[in-house]
Structures are given as structure tokens and as C-alpha cells.
């Protein structure tokens, strides 16, 4: 009874407001049932029908006009007598074609050049079907070329669209006021914060007497967002009574700032990883140039650290970040213990909207106790040494997916390469390098079940097993590389079940994500990684994990549970692992 009851609404809910008849093509068929719509059940009398039919014809003869049908020949009628069904006969008519299309300059006409290349744009092709769809977007990119050519201000007026019944033809004429062309001149701000004026002034992507261009404003709004220390940011042309005495139009830019100073705390808890424990303090907009001071401790079973990192963007000249980090280091690791002082320094560059490239130098200096493989004895050794560790650090990444947190399309790559340099009781010169690259490919209309996949490659060069620092090698396993495995536990291990670190790395990873409704997904992955003790990838040990998820869609991007599932299960290796965070696993 209850799936009767069930299925009895869903039809119900099906119901057609007026079934259309007549000799018509799938395509526009389907287009007129849906312009007619559907409603929640049958009419209940011949009266409520005729009523569904006539809407429905009017909604009908909207839609064939709209698509070049303005020769239609439409009946309503209903059919039935106890069960009384609206119905709409549809005979098309001849479909009317677009003529030559005329454009009308409302003064001031725009420069020859402008309005050459602005009437490119049309595409709008004499013979082609005259629909309305069709007209309203070409008169859109004449009003979009005209702002991007500099004409901040033109709008369309009213169009004029002449059918000729006789020679069954649709003629666009369009009156278009382009404006006058606006050159730039400097910023206002209009904000009560303290941010600095002449910063934000060389920030602009223009000189004072530049042709106006939308991507000029919206960059510098891109750069203000950029520095994370802003709750709104708005830019904008100043009104035309303010345009300066040379002709030049100044750029409002409105900035609302984030709270000046925010306490942050949080806990977190593995079965693989321990407790955690995080206190930071974050100021915003320290000297008036978007600067972010950050500073606080994270106390945890494996990595805990004391100290503070400082953020400067557009570091003497746009889109270049400096970053400035000092931390005290204690990592407690089934392969390694190291108790160190940090600091680092790197330059980050933005290239485009969300590719960057940067650059710096880490200084590291501590006491590592490590657990290691000596190859000559064949036996596991324990040694402690006091290192400084000196780091350059190069990295690129770039990404053309087309969402940060949940991509259905597109791909993203990221390089690093980190020339090391050790001295205290081991000298030691190596070349840490590493890659990765994820695509993702949409395998339904609308984005609905994609595939997606990741492949990471890691390779230590000049470096020997036993010298170079723990810290530094590679090691996997756990949510961000191979799940079902515990953090370090892909790699090949000592006798006594301690994780042995590697030389070079290989992992990778295959997902198939599908939409279940609007708010949910299914996902189904495997992965698989291995370490090795050559300077080049070793695919002779891979381990595989594998598991199945669900992702909760919500408006800033999707919250992650996975459960894996070793598949090469060995000593000390959990039965599965669960994770959750937020975003998708790559």
C-alpha cells in the first residue's frame, strides 16, 4: 500500500498541464511541453480543462514565437467526458529566418576601430532560424564589447525587431548609446579602516590617462580579495559628475575589514595519529598594507610546534606574497623524533587567477633521533645527530579545474625541487624533488558522475639512505596519499615493524564520484603507493587501498567521510581507516 501510495503521487505529479498534438520535431516537442508545464492532477471537470487549454495554448504560442514560428495555427479543445483532458494542437507554420541585421549609434558613435570590432561580434547570420534567444544575446555582446573595448557606459535602448509576415523574415534593429570613452584616473577610497591609501594606489593595474578595461578593475579587486584580510571588497567606477577636469574617471574602492584580531582553537583526534590540540592568534591588516601576523602552538601526538608566521602580499609589486615563519618543532614519528628549530622565508607569485610559482630559503637546526637500516650489517640501527639544515625551496603550481574545492573538469599540476644542504656531524649535499598531477573528466551531462585521478612522483638525488635527515625522505600512507593505510605505513618497514623512510616515491590514485539527488555523492576509489631506495620510483612494491565515501554538497564546497580498506593488510596495519574533512580528497 505505501509504494501504491507512492508511486500514485509521483504520477500525480507528472501530470501534463495540456498534452500537445500535431506534426511536430522531438526537438520542439519537447520544448512546448515544456513551456506548457505540468501540474499536480488530472482536472476535475470539463471547465478546469478548457481553462488548462487555453493557458496552455498561450504558453505555446510564447514559445513558437520566441523560436522564429510567428504563423502558427494553435486550437484548444478537451477531450473526455468523465475524465476530461486540456489538449493543444500545434501546427507550426513556416519558420521565419533572420535578415540583414542594422545596428543604430545613439551620439556619441564610438571610434572606427571599436565599432569594426564590436560588430564582429553580432554573429547573427541572415538565413539562420529568427529566434528571439538568438537577438537578445547578440544585442548583449555589443553592449559587453563596447565595455571591454572602454566604453564603460553603454547600455542598449530599446530595439526594434521588424517581422515581415510576406517574406517570412526577422530584421534586429538595434539602438545602441555606446557612451563616451573613459580613460582612468587614480583611487578614492572610501573605507574607515587603516589601510593605506598610496598602497592601495599601486595596486592598480593602470596608469592615470589609460583606456578603461573591465579586467584592470576586476584584477584589482582580485588582488584586494587575495590578501584574506577583507570581509567585502568593492570596485567600481566613480559616478560621471565626478570625472576630473582632464577627462579622466577616478576608481571608487570600498574595503570592509575583517575583525582585527581573531582568537582561533580546535581539536583533533586520529586513531592512527593521536590527539591534537591548536591555540593561534591571527591579526589582520597589521601597518596598513594587508599584512597578517599569526602566532600559537599545536600540541599533538606526532607534530607539535610553537611560534608564529607573518604574511606581507603584494610584497613590491602585485600579486608577490612574502612569507616569514619561526617555529619550535617536536616530532614524535614511529620512524623518526626530532626536536628543531624552524624558519623559512619564501617569495609566492601569482600568475593569472590561481597558478603561482615561489621561492625561498628554510633554515633548520635540531637533535634527530632515528630509527634506520644499516645495508652493510643488515640490522636496524638507532642514532641520534645534531643537525643545520639549510633549504632552498622552489615550487610552481597550476590550476585550471574549475572549482578549488570540488572540480568536475580540468586538471592541476604542482612541482617542487629542494636543493639541501646538511653540515653538523654529517655534511651532506641532495636534491629533493617532487610532482604531481590530477585531472578530472565529466562522464555525464551536467557534471553528474566524474572521474577523477592523481599521480605523484618523489625522488631524492645525491642523497644516501643512512645520511640524509628523516625528516626528508619520503614516506606514505594515510588521507592524503594512500588511504586505508595509517600515516607512514606504505613503506617498507624494519624488523621491529618502524617504518623505513625512501629515496623515492610513487602514488596514485583513481576516483569515481556520482550525484545522488542535489546535496549528496557517492564516491569509489583506489588507490596505491609505494617508496623505494633508488633515486628513481620503484613499482615492484606498490600497496593498494580501496573504499567507497559520501560527500554532503554545501554552498562553499563538499564535507568528506571516506572508509578504506587496506588490500595488502600486514603486522600492525588496521582493518580500515575513516576519514573526514572538508573537500575532496584531491
Not at 540583414?100 to 556619441?108: F, H, L, R, S
Not at 612494491?541 to 554545501?554: E, I, M, P, Q, S
Request: aromatic share 8%.
Amino acid at each position: 500500500m505505501a509504494l501504491w501510495a507512492v508511486c500514485g503521487h509521483a504520477a500525480l505529479a507528472d501530470e501534463p498541464r495540456a498534452q500537445i498534438r500535431g506534426e511536430l520535431d522531438a526537438d520542439l516537442r519537447h520544448q512546448l511541453e515544456q513551456a506548457v508545464g505540468q501540474v499536480d492532477g488530472a482536472p476535475a471537470n470539463r471547465f478546469e480543462a478548457r481553462r488548462r487549454a487555453r493557458n496552455a495554448m498561450e504558453s505555446a504560442e510564447a514559445l513558437l514565437r520566441s523560436e522564429g514560428y510567428y504563423q502558427p495555427t494553435l486550437q484548444d479543445d478537451v477531450e473526455g467526458e468523465e475524465k476530461p483532458v486540456a489538449v493543444v494542437t500545434v501546427t507550426p507554420g513556416r519558420r521565419f529566418v533572420l535578415s540583414e541585421t542594422k545596428v543604430n549609434w545613439v551620439a556619441p558613435v564610438p571610434d572606427a576601430v571599436t565599432e569594426e570590432t564590436v560588430l564582429k561580434e553580432i554573429d547573427l547570420t541572415p538565413g539562420a532560424p529568427g529566434r528571439a534567444a538568438d537577438v537578445l544575446a547578440a544585442e548583449g555582446r555589443i553592449v559587453a564589447g563596447l565595455t571591454r573595448e572602454g566604453y564603460a557606459d553603454a547600455k542598449a535602448e530599446p530595439r526594434r525587431v521588424v517581422v515581415d509576415h510576406a517574406t517570412f523574415t526577422v530584421q534586429p534593429n538595434f539602438n545602441i548609446a555606446s557612451g563616451a570613452l573613459v580613460r582612468l584616473d587614480g583611487i578614492q577610497m572610501r573605507t574607515r579602516g587603516p589601510t593605506r591609501p598610496d598602497w592601495i594606489a599601486r595596486l592598480a593595474p593602470w596608469n592615470a590617462g589609460d583606456r578603461y578595461d573591465p579586467e584592470d578593475v576586476a584584477e584589482l579587486e582580485r588582488r584586494l580579495l587575495d590578501t584574506g584580510v577583507y570581509d567585502g571588497v568593492g570596485v567600481t567606477l566613480a559616478p560621471l559628475d565626478q570625472i576630473t577636469p582632464e577627462g579622466l574617471r577616478p576608481v571608487v574602492v570600498t574595503l570592509s575589514d575583517r575583525p582585527r584580531s581573531v582568537l582561533e582553537a580546535g581539536t583533533t583526534y586520529s586513531t592512527a595519529e593521536g590527539a591534537g590540540v591548536d591555540v593561534f592568534q591571527t591579526r589582520y591588516n597589521r601597518f596598513g598594507r594587508a599584512a597578517t601576523l599569526k602566532y600559537g602552538g599545536r600540541f599533538a601526538s606526532i607534530d607539535s610546534r610553537l611560534g608564529g608566521e607573518a604574511s606581507f602580499p603584494h610584497w613590491r609589486r602585485a600579486g608577490r606574497t612574502l612569507k616569514l615563519s619561526a617555529y619550535a618543532v617536536n616530532e614524535q614519528t614511529d620512524a623518526y623524533d626530532r626536536s628543531a628549530v624552524a624558519l623559512a622565508a619564501d617569495l609566492s607569485q601569482r600568475i593569472g587567477k590561481t597558478s603561482w610559482f615561489s621561492y625561498g630559503l628554510g633554515l633548520d637546526a635540531g637533535q634527530y633521533t632515528e630509527n634506520r637500516f644499516d645495508p652493510l650489517t643488515q640490522a636496524p640501527i638507532t642514532f641520534d645527530r645534531d643537525l643545520a639544515i639549510v633549504t632552498g625551496r622552489a615550487s610552481a603550481y597550476m590550476d585550471r579545474s574549475n572549482d578549488p574545492l570540488d572540480p568536475t573538469q580540468g586538471f592541476r599540476l604542482s612541482v617542487s625541487a629542494q636543493p639541501t644542504a646538511v653540515a653538523g656531524e654529517d655534511t651532506v649535499l641532495f636534491l629533493r624533488t617532487e610532482g604531481q598531477a590530477s585531472g578530472y573528466l565529466p562522464l555525464q551531462d551536467g557534471a553528474r558522475t566524474v572521474l577523477a585521478g592523481r599521480a605523484r612522483l618523489g625522488s631524492i638525488i645525491g642523497g644516501q639512505e643512512l645520511t640524509v635527515p628523516s625528516d626528508r625522505l619520503f614516506y606514505s600512507g594515510g588521507g592524503g596519499s594512500v588511504r586505508g593505510y595509517s600515516y607512514q605505513s606504505i613503506n617498507p618497514r624494519l624488523p621491529d615493524n618502524t617504518p623505513r623512510g625512501g629515496l623515492s616515491l610513487f602514488e596514485t590514485s583513481v576516483e569515481v564520484r556520482h550525484d545522488i539527488g542535489q546535496k549528496f555523492q557517492a564516491v569509489a576509489f583506489l588507490d596505491a603507493g609505494a617508496v623505494g631506495f633508488q633515486e628513481t620510483p620503484n613499482f615492484n612494491n606498490l600497496r593498494y587501498g580501496a573504499g567507497v565515501g559520501v560527500r554532503y554538497k554545501l554552498p562553499f564546497g563538499p564535507v568528506r567521510a571516506d572508509i578504506a580498506f587496506p588490500l595488502d593488510k600486514r603486522e600492525g596495519d588496521s582493518n580500515f581507516q575513516l576519514y573526514i574533512s572538508i573537500g575532496q580528497a584531491f
